[in-house]
């Protein structure tokens, strides 16, 4: 095998298996430890790869975030049921504010295919969607996030702090049951948290892989969240829990 097939070898290994061990990579291969190791360390070289002690992983597994190519892929008719739960009560005249995020644009698909609002966004993705007649498109202001195609930063924050939206629509990378949504970086938080202070009302849309599972950093307290949509199977303890925080649960069958 050249160098370049034992290159995409690596790369197509870790693309379904990450981390992996230098061993295994070797047995895989065909390859001595020396070959490998210069395979490697050329791969970390160009960034496709973390070199871990006596292993290797994919970069996105090294930062603990997902691209959002491979995240909109995960639990997608999950993520369509809420958006379509989520949005069943929004209505003409509106003026919504969508997330940067995969749940949440499938959320502003189905506002965009609706007359007659306003919608306000950072999600990338979002802004190529073809708004339907008489709604309006407007792009928050900010730096680009590229690993979530998100707008961000202090020009985002102070751009969202002179709008008022009806309802805002938020995402999350990890729900605590006790403490609230929470997200991977303090930029998409800060983006999260103006909105907070701006809208109505708030919704968290969350598929069931969310719950239990916190991110590092939280941006709400439950408190703060009027509606969450999941398809988490709500024990009644926890749903009542997030009714005494003043949180309506909504648990959608997909």
Not at 1 to 22: F, G, N, Y
Not at 226 to 247: K, S, V
Request: charged share 20%; net charge positive.
């Amino acid at each position: 095998m050249i160098a370049h097939e034992r290159h995409q070898a690596i790369l197509a290994a870790l693309q379904k298996r990450s981390p992996l061990a230098t061993t295994d990579l070797e047995k895989r291969l065909r390859a001595s430890p020396a070959t490998v190791r210069r395979d490697l360390a050329l791969l970390e070289k160009l960034g496709k790869i973390v070199r871990t002690h006596g292993g290797v992983l994919h970069p996105e597994h090294a930062t603990g975030e997902l691209s959002f190519d491979r995240r909109s892929r995960a639990a997608l008719k999950a993520k369509l049921a809420l958006a379509r739960a989520a949005v069943a009560s929004i209505r003409g005249g509106d003026v919504v504010f969508v997330d940067a995020g995969t749940t949440t644009l499938e959320a502003g698909r189905r506002l965009l295919a609706m007359e007659d609002l306003t919608v306000f966004t950072n999600s990338i993705p979002l802004l190529n969607e073809p708004p339907a007649a008489g709604t309006r498109l407007i792009a928050v202001g900010g730096e680009v996030r590229g690993v979530s195609l998100a707008l961000v930063g202090a020009g985002a924050v102070e751009w969202l702090r002179q709008v008022r939206v009806d309802v805002a629509f938020l995402g999350a990378s990890g729900i605590e049951p006790a403490a609230g949504p929470s997200t991977t970086e303090l930029a998409e938080a800060g983006v999260k948290r103006a909105i907070l202070a701006q809208a109505g009302r708030v919704a968290v849309l969350a598929d069931a892989s969310k719950w239990g599972q916190p991110a590092a950093i939280r941006y709400a307290a439950w408190s703060q969240i009027h509606d969450f949509y999941t398809n988490h199977a709500i024990t009644p303890a926890e749903r009542a829990a997030l009714i005494r925080q003043g949180t309506r649960c909504h648990v959608v069958d997909c």
